[in-house]
């Protein structure tokens, strides 16, 4: 079993749509948690904190529950411009993350 | 913005061929990431350093692959020989090591051996 876990999708929605990604993470050690936005060919960047009380920025909301051991990400009506692959990463240990395979988004027109 | 540096940026080379890859981390970093991506694999962790110190290089195949910090400006990951199976986008990332700190990405050496 890996030890974070994403439908890869890919998730094609409309322009204007609302969509959420799932994470499972394996180690319930895990200290803290993160969704990273990868664009074709390019380095992966952050987009945001998870927090234990669930946190907002913008139209991304994300949800962490740590008896589940599962993390959502949720985009609100969603931009053209939202179109990547959504990493959920954990972080097992100080300093140490893992990634999950990511979630492809295709927003259409 | 500050960023972290890596080169080259794209690399074709022969199989059997000495591929050396180089990172410059953000200023005042204390830790050290490298990572290779695939299509097949995705984002595996090859090794990480801490205050230059290697942490963990279990990700690392240690017969030909080598990481080292000289100074704390510069990360070096080295393959030697190559191997088409080598073929992949090596990241390099840094960060401030806290439990809570995000790691932040170089724009990726290409790697194509023939």
């Known amino acids: 079993r890996k030890e974070v876990e994403q439908d890869p999708g890919p998730f094609n929605v409309p322009e204007g749509a609302t969509v959420a990604f799932n994470c499972t993470y394996s180690n319930s050690a895990s200290q803290s948690f993160f969704w990273y936005r990868q664009d074709c060919r390019k380095e992966p960047k952050l987009l945001m904190s998870?927090?234990?009380s669930g946190n907002e920025d913008g139209r991304f909301t994300a949800q962490l529950n740590r008896a589940s051991q599962y993390i959502s990400l949720l985009i609100r009506d969603s931009k053209l411009s939202d179109s990547a692959t959504y990493l959920c990463v954990v972080n097992i240990h100080t300093g140490k993350l893992i990634f999950g395979q990511g979630t492809t988004l295709q927003v259409k027109p | 913005d500050a960023r972290v540096t890596q080169t080259p940026r794209h690399k074709v080379t022969e199989m059997g061929q000495e591929v050396t890859m180089r990172c410059q981390p953000i200023?005042?970093?204390?830790?050290v990431f490298w990572y290779r991506q695939t299509m097949m694999q995705g984002l595996e962790l090859l090794a990480y350093f801490r205050n230059r110190a290697p942490l963990d290089d279990s990700g690392m195949p240690k017969d030909r692959f080598s990481a080292e910090m000289p100074d704390a400006t510069l990360a070096t990951l080295k393959i030697q020989p190559s191997e088409p199976r080598d073929s992949a986008v090596y990241f390099c990332?840094?960060?401030?090591?806290?439990?809570?700190?995000?790691?932040?990405f170089g724009d990726g050496t290409r790697l194509s051996i023939l």
């Open positions: 998870v927090y234990s």
């Open positions: 990332a840094s960060g401030l090591g806290g439990t809570n700190q995000p790691q932040h």
């Open positions: 200023l005042g970093h204390n830790t």
